[in-house]
């Protein structure tokens, strides 16, 4: 009885194991299979907006999440306009406290662009498109101290983005 119960629960783990790689889309499971130390310097081989793709996969699918924000943020200046892009379209409370974070990163470590108004105005414009007040309040506040504030999973803050 103990035999089978233990085969279960590894055949149930397996399966959790192979079910779990499958989130990941499969034109970037290759690099989700690379060892750590190696990912964070192959995301820099993509081009920018596929980058911001990884970083996102990164954060959401696999556990760990990965902070591959870090890296993103190295490409400075160039990868702004595409962060404050992405803002508009990302429908994913914990995607849009990514690339949150990763816009502080690059203002506070590599180019402030706070500093450019070109890029304040798309941000408030961005910001303007989204209708809930306290999800935009909570980006302003993640770029303002490049911390997270997380509401709690499942809250209807997080309810409103579906």
């Not at 009885?1 to 290759?30: A, F, Q």
């Not at 699918?61 to 892009?85: M, T």
């Not at 180019?111 to 105005?121: G, H, L, M």
């Not at 309040?137 to 409103?160: D, N």
Request: hydrophobic share 40%.
């Amino acid at each position: 009885m103990i035999e089978k119960y233990w085969t279960m629960c590894l055949v149930s783990m397996t399966l959790l194991g192979l079910v779990g790689c499958n989130e990941i889309p499969e034109e970037h499971r290759d690099f989700f299979r690379l060892p750590p130390g190696q990912i964070e310097k192959a995301i820099f081989n993509y081009p920018l907006s596929e980058q911001i793709d990884l970083m996102l996969i990164g954060w959401t699918k696999p556990h760990p999440p990965l902070n591959l924000y870090f890296q993103v943020a190295e490409n400075g200046e160039s990868i702004v306009p595409l962060l404050i892009q992405r803002l508009a379209t990302v429908e994913d409370m914990e995607a849009l406290r990514v690339i949150a974070i990763c816009l502080y990163l690059v203002d506070f470590l590599h180019f402030k662009w706070t500093s450019n108004q070109e890029y304040v105005e798309k941000l408030e414009m961005t910001l303007a498109e989204i209708s809930n007040s306290e999800i935009r309040e909570e980006i302003r506040m993640i770029l303002k101290t490049g911390k997270l504030h997380p509401y709690a999973v499942g809250s209807k803050q997080e309810k409103k983005l579906e």
